[in-house]
């Protein structure tokens, strides 16, 4: 049986290895579009701030890491697949066959359409070389533009400031990392950057960039403001890579739609990570996550239905988030938003930056999002996904939600009790 | 035969003794705020209840580590977090169901139980054998773990 | 060193705080905590302030052993000149508080002057902020303690604050950390909330590390905490029946003080003792004693946690009662028991919540309603004082009325938050306060227990059992068995288990490891933990130096020999009942021995001689 897998990102890493684990015997062929051992994007800005070498952000050390385990790592970019032949066609036409297939091509930077975002001093980033362009231009009092304060413009936000440019955010949304947070929360971390000496203009756009005088860009924006500045990076966004399927007769929506084995509509093709438009686990929809934990999960069940088949359902994965911006840790977990007819409990504390938001229908917890917390943040997950009721706790939750890991353990030690009994 | 820390929180008087060996153990000093293993106090109810991780075989935040910086531990069967290859992206601590590995904001890397190497410090500070050290199988974990399958997406 | 070598000064009048070095000079003659924080107060204040002036200081002190992995050391103490006494007084507290402000880099907090209106200060580290508290000003610990968890949003931090009897100047307020411990004698609490302080809240995550000699120290705490471990009381007795063990034993042996002090034996005794306390009781087939809990590094756990039957009249509409919170010590139970004459476990549990719940010292409260039951007696307070309440001994009813009108400082209550002291002279019969300057007996009858008389007498914070616990020797047989009834020999005894108590008390430990520890078990853990040797005989010295400057603090404030006294019915009023019975306290024979065997005047005034001899201040 030949498992191809599309990708070599945390997805098909941990497909290919689970693969390998129920099935020693199995061939399986790893295609990496970039010419690099496979790697964390994740890691990106700790390379970027100087904390890690290259070698830092891939994701297996070994460099004889795959090879041992007898997956075969191929260079090369996928241009179309034949369902029919049961073939991937690649860049340089020639073709791979396979039994079954893994489509984890992980996802890719937009940029806006926008003149002048194809400038030459306009950078995503995303890859490793968009890192090493950085760096290379983000230097000290330089003035850097950072289009774009999702996850990924907030987790560089760190590195850029560590490199001591004039940084300039600037955020179409009203607040900070608007698919994470509420504006309570989004606004303290607007707070906090700003505190730290970052500009930050929120609900505001980038109309146009030109070449500017002096400096090598001016970033005009729709409040009329022209900001100089000698590096825009774009982090306004990500798409799932799903280009080169077009004509295969798989279903694609925001990314590949993929049923609860991983299976995309054709037979014998299957998605993971950030490609893929799977199960949230809060509210049964599809839905591209487009984060780590899901990566890994998707490429596990994926790899036990290629394997053993349709044997073992994903009840969804829940979305959840962690994130450092400039030092200051958010997370969110599952409906962080609320949910109808639940109930909230939060806390602000904007002097501290201490902020934690539950949500609850009736008694279980569906969401939470924390500031500022960075102790058993885990039990957020733990008690969305198990679904536990939380009985008297609930009262204990909403009248101070700082006890979150005290109801955690209330309810594993019941468990315990229950099980010993 | 591979050990485990089993807690019986029955035992526990919460003097955090373990706290303060966990500390010192690995920090240095005596700093029960970054100990490995906690003891929560349900005050009302009467009740301490030491709490670490389980070295649980699904390996959470093994599996989320984008960096392969936790592995397991041959010896002892634990996993330990690398910290010279942790960038400290605490995606482990939100991928934790259990929430026993924590990001260490002094350090800038994650950090949890990694059983002290196979000679568990808080074992040997408890007075009340609130925690001891045990062969695997003995330790009730197997609940725990129940627990924990419930957490699960897919069997592995 | 194991000091953090910094202390905190917080100014209520001006708002500010400020970073000193300790004074390390002082350290090396004083140690830390009690001595320490005495040795500030000496140089610091006029010993004839107003306690509750702004003049009077509050210091929260830990020792060099707080924090550290030595067992029991968690302990820190709150010294000020005492309202009740008028003396120096120094309350020591277990619980987590302490090893917290240790580890936020503090070795003390020096509270100075007075807030303008309700503040309370947070230390997170290096960082200290006073806080508007109107908001906390007016509700009980337990509420307080709950409003600024929630709003601090940190469960890990720790809490110390003053209820409302405190606010309403209750003489006897504590001052309770961790919901249900106290730094709870000589009213250290009224002087908190005098300076219109609530509530100090600590977080620390920088750890203590500085131990002179990490080796040695890991050798000798692992050593001491083998020591506590295979002790008989230390060992067994105190983690499975805590101090109350004692309830029984003492009742035995005609020393257990009862009905004001009146009769040395309690027929009830049985039904408030440990024993009863691990009784399931009908209603829930629960006991009142729900397990034992251990502050910061205690490897004795002595500590009650408890609840009360819920059907019991006192709760039984008051589910915020149904919780488990800090239960009887013995010395509590037998204030709330028979020395009120009540032999009702879940009343006295309930008034012992109260305590921890509004900060009240258990003691006092029940030698006080003793008192007021006694005055109900003889008609010298009669039902218009007490709302209609029938103020008897052994009455449960008006037990926990009279404590909730006095951690509320409501009517009558306020008349018995002045203590028995004031309460007896103004109605009338000061010979019916069994108190020693101005603060009330604990547990131990000094007929019955001789040593104890004199230790009570000469006490630097008033009647105390936790200044000398002669009761270790006289009745337990520690270190060595001397005979309870007899007075010969005690005036040395009392002496050097008051020196070894001020030593155990300044390096953070807890006293009750003495049942096991010798000075030569505790010496070793100081002299690794900080620079410098500390032998036993240094430790014993730096114990004696402290007892005498806490002697000329006092002999400032306006003390002087008369003051070492007993109330006339335990020299006058032979024991009635049990192996007591006929014995009076022999205090004036002992007392003289005493004065000398301290190298102090006949008057009791420490000599220029043993001044200089301990290099005393001043």
Partial sequence: MHHVIIGAGPAAVSAAEHMKKLDARSEITMLAAENVPPYSRMAIPYFLVGNITPEGTYLRKNADHFENLG????????????????????????????????????????????????????????????????????????????????????????????????????????????????????????????????????????????????????????????????????????????????????????????GDYMETSVTDIYAAGDVAQGKDFSTGDYYVQAIQPTAVEHGKIAAQSMVNGHVTASPGNVNMNVLDTVGLISTSFGMWMGVDGGDESELVDKENYQYINLQFKDDVLVGASSLGMTQHVGVMRGLIQTASPLGEWKDKLMANPTRLSEAYLAGAQAQDQKNSA | MQKSLHIDPAKCTGCLQCESACSLENEGIFNPSKSRIKVFNFHDEGRFVPYTCTQCDEAWCMQACPVDAIVINAETGSKDVLEDICVGCKVCTIACPFGTINYNTSSGKVVKCDLCGGDPACADACPTQAITYVDANATGLDKMRAWAAKTDNATS | ????????????????????????????????????????????????????????????????????????????????????????????????????????????????????????????????????????????????????????????????????????????????????????????????????????????????????????????????????????????????????????????????????????????????????????????????????????????????????????????????????????????????????????????????????????????????????????????????????????????????????????????????????????????????????????????????????????????????????????????????????????????????????????????LCVFTTFAWTMDDIAPQVDAACAGDWSTERMMEVGERIWNMEREYNAKAGLTGADDNLPARLLNEPANSGPATGRVSELAKMLPEYYEARGWTADGSVTAETHQRLGLPG
């Fill in chain 1, 71 to 258: 997956i075969n790592v191929r260079h090369g970019r996928a241009s179309s697949i034949d369902p029919q032949s049961k073939s991937v066609k690649l860049a340089d036409d020639s073709t791979i066959a396979y039994d079954k297939l893994l489509v984890a091509t992980g996802a890719t930077a937009t940029k806006p359409p926008i003149p002048g975002i194809d400038l030459d001093n306009v950078h995503n980033c995303w890859s490793l070389a968009d890192a090493h362009k950085i760096i290379e231009k983000a230097t000290p009092g330089s003035n850097v533009i950072l289009m774009g304060a999702g996850f990924i413009g907030c987790i560089i936000l760190e590195s850029l400031a560590a490199r001591k440019v004039n940084l300039t955010v600037i955020e179409m949304e009203n607040r900070m990392v608007s698919r994470m947070t509420n504006s309570v929360m989004g606004t303290m971390i607007k707070d906090w950057c700003v505190d730290k000496g970052i500009r930050v203009l929120t609900s505001t756009k980038v109309d146009r960039i030109d070449p500017g005088q002096g400096s090598a860009l001016s970033v005009s924006t729709n409040t009329g403001e022209s900001i100089a500045a000698d590096l825009v990076i774009c982090a306004t966004g990500v798409r799932s890579n799903t280009a080169f399927l077009e004509g295969s007769g798989i279903n694609i929506d925001m990314g590949v739609v993929v």
């Fill in chain 3, 1 to 508: 060193m194991s000091w953090t070598k910094k202390l905190l000064r917080v100014n209520l009048s001006s708002g500010t705080c400020t970073e000193e070095p300790l004074n390390m000079q002082w350290a090396n003659d004083y140690l830390g905590q009690r001595g320490l924080a005495t040795r500030y107060i000496v140089e610091e204040t006029d010993p004839a302030c107003d306690p509750l002036g702004p003049d009077n200081k509050l210091i929260m002190a830990t020792g060099p052993l707080t924090g550290t992995m030595a067992s029991t050391g968690g302990r820190y103490s709150v010294i000020c000149k005492s309202p009740l006494t008028n003396a120096i007084a120094c309350s020591n507290s277990g619980g987590f508080f302490g090893a917290e402000l240790k580890f936020a880099g503090w070795d003390m907090v020096i509270f100075e002057g007075r807030a303008a209106s309700p503040m309370y200060l947070s230390i997170e580290n290096e960082k200290a902020t006073l806080h508007a508290a109107d908001d906390l000003w007016g509700k009980s610990v337990w509420e307080a303690d709950g409003m600024l968890r929630t709003k601090h949003q940190d469960p890990q931090a720790r809490i110390a604050c003053v209820g409302r009897s405190a606010e309403q100047g209750c003489l006897y307020a504590a001052v309770v950390n961790d919901l249900h411990r106290a730094a709870g004698r000589s009213g250290v609490g009224t002087v908190m909330a005098s300076k219109n302080l609530k509530a100090v809240v600590v977080r620390g995550t920088l750890g203590l590390g500085n131990i002179d000699n990490p080796e040695a120290f890991a050798a000798t705490t692992k050593a001491g905490k083998a020591v506590l471990a295979e002790n008989a009381v230390t060992g067994q007795g105190l983690p499975a029946y805590g101090t109350q063990v004692l309830m029984n034993v003492i009742n035995e042996v005609g020393a257990l003080p009862t009905r004001n002090m009146r009769e040395t034996t309690f027929e009830g005794a049985a039904n408030v003792s440990a024993e009863a306390m691990a009784e399931p009781r009908k209603s829930d087939g629960k006991p009142n004693l729900t397990t034992n809990g251990a502050c910061y590094a205690c490897t004795i756990a002595c500590g009650r946690i408890s609840t009360i039957d819920r059907t019991h009249f006192s709760v039984k509409d008051k589910p915020e009662y149904w919780i488990n919170s800090g239960g009887l010590e013995y010395e509590a139970a037998w204030a709330l028991g028979p020395d009120t004459g009540v032999d009702d476990i879940d009343a006295l549990t309930y008034v012992n919540f109260l305590c921890n719940e509004d900060g009240m010292d258990p003691i006092s409260l029940g030698s006080t309603i003793a008192a007021a039951m006694e005055l109900f007696e003889t008609g010298a307070i009669t039902t218009a004082q007490t709302d209609g309440v029938e103020l008897k001994f052994g009455s449960a009813e008006a037990l926990c009325w009279a404590a909730e009108a006095t951690a509320k400082g409501e009517g009558f209550g306020r008349d018995l938050g002045m203590g028995s002291k004031r309460l007896c002279e103004k109605y009338g019969h000061p010979e019916f306060s069994m108190t020693v300057k101005g603060q009330e007996f604990p547990a131990y009858d000094p007929r019955g227990i001789q040593g104890m008389g004199l230790a009570y007498s000469t006490s630097n914070r008033g009647a105390c059992h936790l200044r000398g616990y002669t009761v270790a020797s006289e009745v337990l047989g520690i270190p060595e068995k001397t005979d309870p009834l007899e007075s010969d020999g005690k005036a040395g005894l009392v002496k050097a288990f008051q020196d070894a108590t001020a030593a155990v008390d300044s390096a953070g």
